[in-house]
C-alpha cells in the first residue's frame, strides 16, 4: 500500500527539520555580527591560559628534548636543571602565545566567512601562519634564551640576556630566526588545521560540539602527529639557536649538509620521543583548557538562560 500524501509531507518536512538542526550545529555563531576586537580580545585571554599552563606543566619535558637534540655525536644528556629558564619562558610565553591565538581566532573566522565552505581547511592553514608570523616577535627571543639557559650555557635570565646581547648584539637574540618560522609556521598551520579539521569531523559523527575530554583528546592527537612530522625541523632550529657567537652554521642548506654528514640522517629524530610526548600532553592541556576557556568567557558575555523549576 502507497503512503498517504499527508505522510509524505509530514516526513519531508521532518528531515528538513532535522537537515536544518544538523546545519546549525556546524555553524554556531556564523549567522552573528562577527566582531574583530572581542574575538581577538578573548582569543588572547584564552591562548594566554593556555600556553601558560602547558609551559609550566610540561617544561622539563621541553628541557630533554632540548639537550637531546643540542648534544652532537654521542655526548651525554644531562638531566640535572631540569626546570632551568622557565621563569623567563613564562614571562615570553604568555604575551606570545596570547598574541599568535588572538590574532588566530579573528584570521580564522574572517577567511572562513569569505572562502567557499570546501575551502575550511585552507582558512585554518593560512590562520595559523598568519598567528605564527605575528607572534614571532616574542616567540624567538623567548625560544633563543630559554634553549640558552637549558644547556647550560647561562645562570639566569637577566646575565643571558646581557651577555647575548654583547657578544652578539641585539640579532643574537633573534638567532635561528629564519630556522624558526621553517619550523614553526608550517607546525601551528598543520597543528591547528588538524585539531579543527578533527572537530569538524566530531560534529558530523555526534552532531554536537565535543566537550572538554574530548577536545584534549582532539588536541592531543592533532598535536602529537604534529610534533613527530617536525622533528627534524625542530632540530635545525635547535642547532641554530644554542650556537652562539661560534656560527658553526653559514645557512640552513649548511646545518643539514653538516648534520648529514657527521652524524647521519637519524640525527634529525633527535628527542622525537620526549618532543611527541610533550607536544601530544601539551596539545591536549593547551586545547583543552582553550576551549573551556572561550566557552566562559562567552557564557560570561551571553550568559546561558536558567531553567525554569519543574513543579512536582
Known sequence: MRDSPDILVHEVKDAKN??????????????????????????????????????????????????????????????????????????????????????????????????????????????????????????????????RMQTSHFASTSNAVHVIVSREGFKGLYAGYGSFLLRDLPFDAIQFCIYEQLRIGYKLAAQRDPNDPENAIIGAFSGAITGAITTPLDVIKTRFMVQGSSSQYQGIRDCCRTIMKEEGARAFLKGIGPRVLWIGLGGAIFFGVLEQTKQMLANKRCPMPEKPIQPR
Open 18 to 147: 532535522k537537515a536544518v538542526k544538523f546545519s546549525a550545529i556546524l555553524n554556531v555563531g556564523e549567522n552573528k555580527e562577527f566582531d574583530f576586537v572581542r574575538t581577538l580580545y578573548e582569543g588572547a585571554i584564552a591562548g594566554g591560559a593556555a600556553g601558560l599552563v602547558v609551559e609550566a606543566a610540561l617544561y622539563p619535558i621541553d628541557t630533554v628534548k632540548t639537550r637531546l637534540q643540542a648534544v652532537h655525536g654521542g655526548g651525554k644528556v644531562v638531566l640535572k636543571g631540569l626546570y632551568s629558564g622557565l621563569a623567563a619562558n613564562l614571562v615570553g610565553m604568555l604575551p606570545a602565545t596570547a598574541i599568535f591565538v588572538g590574532v588566530y581566532e579573528p584570521t580564522k573566522q574572517k577567511l572562513l566567512n569569505s572562502l567557499p565552505e570546501n575551502l575550511n581547511a585552507l582558512a585554518h592553514l593560512t590562520a595559523g601562519v598568519i598567528g605564527g608570523v605575528a607572534s614571532s616577535i616574542i616567540r624567538v627571543p623567548t625560544e633563543v634564551v630559554k634553549q
